[in-house]
């Protein structure tokens, strides 16, 4: 069973950056897949990014590509979502998740992870 904290979440700025941590804990023998999700007023979660769990392998979202980058550091069982040149339309709370599968690959489908955190709410206006 794992744990997932998310923090870095608040109100910024149109332009702006905010970085977003997730803190793992719990039993794991090995560092688990990651992804960050989203979800909007009205709208249903969706993929943002996803890293391996070697952080070889890195995914994201064709709205959040050159503004958004996924890192993680494996000692610490954090996993980071570097948000810059952030839009209103980026307004949403904000999930990390983990994937237990042994590989270590990319997963961008949501039903494909077991572990969630609790969100952190992130808000983009002037």
């Known amino acids: 069973q794992l744990q997932l904290v998310e923090s870095g979440g608040g109100l910024v700025q149109p332009g702006g950056s905010l970085r977003l941590s997730c803190a793992v804990s719990g039993r794991t023998f090995r560092s688990p897949n990651m992804g960050w999700f989203r979800q909007g007023p009205g709208n249903e979660r969706e993929f943002v990014a996803a890293?391996?769990?070697?952080?070889?392998?890195?995914d994201y979202a064709d709205s959040v590509k050159g503004r958004f980058t996924i890192s993680r550091d494996n000692a610490k069982n954090t996993v980071y979502l570097q948000m810059n040149s952030l839009k209103p339309e980026d307004t949403a709370v904000y999930y990390c998740?983990?994937?237990?599968?042994?590989?270590?690959?990319?997963?961008?489908?949501?039903?494909?992870?077991?572990?969630w955190g609790q969100g952190t709410q992130v808000t983009v206006s002037s």
């Open positions: 890293s391996s769990r070697s952080g070889d392998n890195i």
């Open positions: 998740a983990a994937d237990r599968n042994p590989r270590n690959i990319v997963v961008v489908t949501i039903s494909r992870y077991d572990y």
